[in-house]
Every structure is written in C-alpha cells, then in structure tokens.
Antibody, heavy 125, light 106 residues
Framework: QVQLVQSGAEVKEPGASVKVSCKAS????????IHWVRQAPGQGLEWMGW????????NYAQKFRGRVTMTRDTSISTAYMELSRLRSDDTAVYYC??????????????????WGQGTLVTVSS | EIVLTQSPATLSLSPGERATLSCRAS??????LAWYQQTPGQAPRLLIY???NRATGIPARFSGSGSGTDFTLTISSLEPEDFAVYYC????????FGPGTKVDIK
C-alpha cells in the first residue's frame, strides 16, 4: 500500500533552518509529484509547493519563495523540504502529500491524494 | 488570488442525518475543486476531486456537486466517523484551501 513516512518533530530557534524528509513506498516514487502543505496550530491548510521527483523541477508558493527548497533523492524514494530563516509563525505541522496526477504531465494536478503523518516544527527561543 | 469561503463554519447534526456543506470561490474555478476530511490529529483525506469525482475508497454517501463559483459536499447519512472538519481546495490558483467547516455531533 502507498505510504509516506515523515521524519520526527523538530524544535528550532528563530533564524535557523529545518529540513523535513518524506519517504515514499508502495508506488513508483518518480511517477507522481510530491507537495508540501502546512497547518499552524488550530488553523487551516496552506500549500507550500511541489517537486517533480522525476525531473527535480519545483514550483513554490509565492509566499515561500526565497526561503523554501524542495529536493529529492530517487535512490531512497525520499523527498525533502527545507525552510530557512524560521520565525515563530512558521510553527506548524508540515505534511508531504502525493499528487493525484502523474509526472508525465507538464504540471501537477494539485489534488493531494496520499499524505504523510505530519511533522511538527516548533520555532521558539 | 482566488479566495474560498465555506459555510457554515460549524454544522451540528446527529448520526444518520444529511449534511450539506457549501464552498464559494471569489471567481470561477471551473470544476477544479476538491474536498478533504480531517479528523483531530490526523492528516487530511481526499474525498472528492474535480467537483464530483470520488477518490479511491471513498464511500458512496459522500458526493460533490457544483461548478464555477458554487460547490456543495453532501454526506447523505452521517456515520460516527464522519464528524470532522471538511476543507474545500481549488487548483486554478494553485493549492488554495477554504477555512473549513466543522461537522460536530448535536
């Protein structure tokens, strides 16, 4: 079965960076886009961007450009999201999610099919 | 940027009742709208995409309708596991979610 397993919770100081991993199994990793979505405590969902695991191409939400970097390692079917210059309002659960559409398409479908369990990132001094 | 609004914010119903949730877009998104369910402490779950297509494994009691700016998620008969928060999301202006509707037990 399809599974996305994320790395564990992180506590970071303001100004630091965090890198969250998302290991895929049960399907062809390079076949589907991977998105990152975050959710602040008690709040709604916010899309951050996607990576095409096949090509390495990325598309980031305007809000995060310059601070977020999404990468992948196809040899271990793992995607990564690194967020830099952390602020207190970056405290959130960060999710990876696979796209409903295949990487054969020129862009993602932007429908989030399978989700990781989430990684809590706490930014506090 | 396209803004999604959802109503009501909270819907209080009993098991077995019908739930009707609304999502409105600030401009047309054609049929490019999805619905997700989220229970406390869990990741969201895709229910409906392209306004009316059920995702894999989603029970038939969930149905979606609408196009343009007005969309509806209907749960025909609430099961205990359906009490959750529901989000709509559009893909025309990538990735935007609505604020959610909480369906709780009356």
């Amino acid at each position: 079965q399809v599974q996305l397993v994320q790395s564990g919770a992180e506590v970071k100081e303001p100004g630091a960076s965090v890198k969250v991993s998302c290991k895929a199994s049960g399907y062809t990793f390079t076949g589907y886009y991977i998105h990152w979505v975050r959710q602040a405590p008690g709040q709604g969902l916010e899309w951050m961007g996607w990576i095409n695991p096949k090509s390495g191409g990325t598309n980031y939400a305007q809000k995060f450009r310059g601070r977020v970097t999404m990468t992948r390692d196809t040899s271990i079917s793992t995607a990564y999201m690194e967020l830099s210059r952390l602020r207190s309002d970056d405290t959130a659960v960060y999710y990876c999610a696979s796209d409903l559409g295949k990487t054969d398409m020129t862009t993602a479908a932007y429908y989030f099919d399978y989700w990781g369990q989430g990684t809590l990132v706490t930014v506090s001094s | 940027e396209i803004v999604l609004t959802q109503s009501p914010a909270t819907l209080s119903l009993s098991p077995g009742e019908r739930a009707t949730l609304s999502c409105r877009a600030s401009q047309s998104v054609s049929s490019y709208l999805a619905w997700y369910q989220q229970t406390p402490g869990q990741a969201p779950r895709l229910l409906i995409y392209d306004a009316s297509n059920r995702a894999t494994g989603i029970p038939a009691r969930f149905s979606g309708s609408g196009s343009g700016t007005d969309f509806t998620l209907t749960i025909s008969s609430l099961e205990p596991e359906d009490f959750a928060v529901y989000y709509c999301q559009q893909r025309s202006s990538p990735g935007t979610f609505g604020p959610g509707t909480k369906v709780d037990i009356k």
